[in-house]
């Protein structure tokens, strides 16, 4: 039997293309599933699926970065498959492990696919840290002005205001007094250790 494996990273997207390129190709059963790729055993529904498949089933993704982010994860994924004595086929990579030359192919792939996410990452780091050295801040705008920050921080630690009422004083969230506070202790920390 052909069994299908969808999955997408977010609870924003959906499984719906690669649902209909798994039926055209004659699937059966589509296991579906909105979690990140990033470890194999923090997907209940991939789990599922490795422990439902046995002798003379395929299992079929439409990508090989849909079943898994890594080689090593895919390595792993593609063991416990043929253990069950199930095959693996990828429709986007033509990929199929009935063959010695498909099991080949597809870990040279699967090498190639890692090795793009690695430069992926890596062009990643060196762009946030350009933008760091040109004074961007990264990550989301703090809640409250630097000034109202100020203030909040001098009431706080001068006593007698919750971090609630200091949250509906400046009209944002509890979450950020509480960030305010953090930032000013991670500030604070180093220069105690330098003075001693």
């Known amino acids: 039997m052909l069994v299908g494996y969808a999955r997408v990273s977010t609870q924003e997207q959906e499984t719906h293309a690669q649902a209909d390129a798994l039926r055209a190709a004659g699937v059966g059963f589509i296991f579906s599933e909105k979690r990140s790729g990033g470890s194999a055993s923090k997907r209940p529904v991939l789990e599922e699926m490795l422990s439902t498949i046995g002798k003379g089933d395929t299992v079929v993704v439409y990508k090989l970065d849909r079943i898994a982010r890594s080689l ?16 693996f086929r990828s429709l986007t ?13 597809f870990q040279i792939v699967g090498a190639f696919a890692e090795f793009e996410r690695e430069l992926i ?3 990643t780091r060196v762009g946030m840290a350009a933008a760091a050295r040109r004074g961007v801040k990264m990550g989301r705008p703090t809640a409250m002005s630097e000034s109202d920050e100020a203030e909040a921080l001098r009431l706080w630690f001068a006593g007698g205001h919750t971090k609630t009422a200091l949250a509906a004083m400046y009209g944002t969230h509890i979450s950020s007094i509480k ?5 000013h202790h991670e500030r604070v920390q180093p220069k105690l250790f330098e003075a001693a």
């Open 72 to 87: 090593k994860d895919l390595l792993i994924i593609i063991e416990r498959i043929e253990a069950a004595g199930a095959q």
């Open 93 to 105: 990579e033509h990929i199929d492990t009935r063959s010695p030359a498909g099991r080949m192919i």
């Open 121 to 123: 990452r890596e062009r």
């Open 179 to 183: 960030r305010a506070i953090k930032r």
